[in-house]
C-alpha cells in the first residue's frame, strides 16, 4: 500500500532560503471608491487573483467576528488590500468577488466566504482553494501557505505572528500589516499558477 505523502515540518521549513515577497511599492492600500474603481480596473485585466481577508481577532467568549475587514486581492505584479469601512467601497470588492471573470485562489477560505456573505450579501463566484489540490495529491492534513510555498518552491514563506493577530479595523493599516496581507494573497495566486497543468 502506497504511503501518503507528508507535509514538511516547521523544522524542515526553517531550513529553506526565505520566498520572495512583494514590497511596499507594489501594494495599495485601498479606502475609498475612486481607489477601489481604480484597482477593480487594473484587476479585471487579469483571469486570476490570489484572495484572502483578514479580520479583527476576538478575545472574549461567545464573542462574534464583525469581519472581514479587510479583503486582498494580487495578481502577479501587485496586490490590493481593501478596506470595508466604506459602503460604495464595500460594493466595489463585493461586484469583484461576484465577477466571474476571474478565478479567486487561496487557502482556508471556508470562513472567509461564510463572512463576505454576512458582510458583503454576495456569494464569492470562481473561488479556488489550493488546499483541495493538495489533497487530491493525497495530503490528509490540511495545507496552508507556508506548506505550499515550500512544496511548490522549496522555500520559506514567513508569516509575522504579531500582524496575524493584530486590529484589522484600523483606519491607518501599519507597514507590517500592508505586507502580511498583501503576501498572503500574492503566495497564493503564485502557488495557484505552480500548481496548474504544464503544458507539453
Known amino acids: 500500500m502506497r504511503s501518503r505523502p507528508l507535509p514538511p515540518s516547521k523544522e524542515q521549513i526553517d531550513l529553506l532560503a526565505p520566498f520572495e515577497r512583494l514590497e511596499l511599492e507594489r501594494i495599495e492600500l485601498v479606502s475609498t471608491p475612486m481607489q477601489a474603481q481604480l484597482a477593480a480596473a487594473s484587476l479585471r ?3 486570476a487573483w490570489g484572495f484572502d481577508t483578514e479580520s479583527k481577532p476576538t478575545f472574549a467568549a461567545g464573542q462574534e467576528s464583525d469581519g472581514p475587514h479587510v479583503v486582498q486581492l494580487a495578481t502577479l505584479e501587485q496586490a490590493w488590500v481593501f478596506q470595508l469601512h466604506d459602503p460604495d467601497c464595500r460594493a466595489e470588492v463585493a461586484a469583484l468577488l461576484a465577477w466571474p471573470g ?3 485562489a487561496g487557502f482556508g477560505l471556508g470562513d472567509d466566504r ?8 454576495i456569494e464569492p463566484v470562481r473561488v479556488h482553494e489550493l488546499g483541495h489540490d493538495f489533497r487530491r495529491q493525497g495530503y490528509r492534513q490540511q495545507i496552508g501557505v507556508k506548506s505550499a510555498v515550500a512544496l511548490l518552491f522549496e522555500r520559506r514563506f514567513a508569516k509575522s505572528k504579531k500582524a496575524a493577530t493584530s486590529n484589522w479595523s484600523r483606519l ?3 507597514e507590517s ?5 498583501a503576501n498572503d494573497a500574492w503566495a497564493a495566486l503564485r502557488c495557484y499558477h505552480a500548481l496548474l ?3 507539453r
Do not use: C, F, W
Request: net charge positive; aromatic share 4%; proline share 8%.
Open 172 to 174: 491607518d493599516l501599519s
Open 114 to 121: 461564510k463572512r463576505i456573505q454576512a458582510k458583503l450579501g
Open 102 to 104: 476571474a478565478v479567486k
Open 197 to 199: 497543468p504544464q503544458p
Open 177 to 181: 500589516q500592508l505586507l502580511y496581507a
Open 45 to 47: 485585466a487579469s483571469s
